[in-house]
């Protein structure tokens, strides 16, 4: 039994490798992007957790402005997916635009958080 999960988890990973070989590069610098501020995220929790969470306004700006960018980050690479036929009326310009308005917003908002 422990043979065939195995084998199974190889064949797993090995046909999401030969997929995701086949995203184009715009879709995997987005998401390494979204990784790099999901790492983040979770590198600020651990320093809170080790060394204490005396300006909690501030560790709650940094975690939401990491995940929030995040979010938007995965909305971008939804919008700019060209198999996506929901989005196909939407040139990519415009994704990235909304992209750029919506991290302003948010990063306004956090700067407004932290006092």
Known sequence: MA??????????????????????????IIDLYVVYAIVTAVIQVVYMGVVGSFPFNSFLSGVLSCVGTAVLAVCLRIQVNKENKEFKDLPPERAYADFILCNLVLHLVIMNFLG
């Open 3 to 28: 043979k065939s999960t195995s084998s199974d988890a190889q064949m797993l990973i090995r046909s999401l490798r030969t997929a995701y070989a086949a995203t184009p590069t715009n879709l995997k």
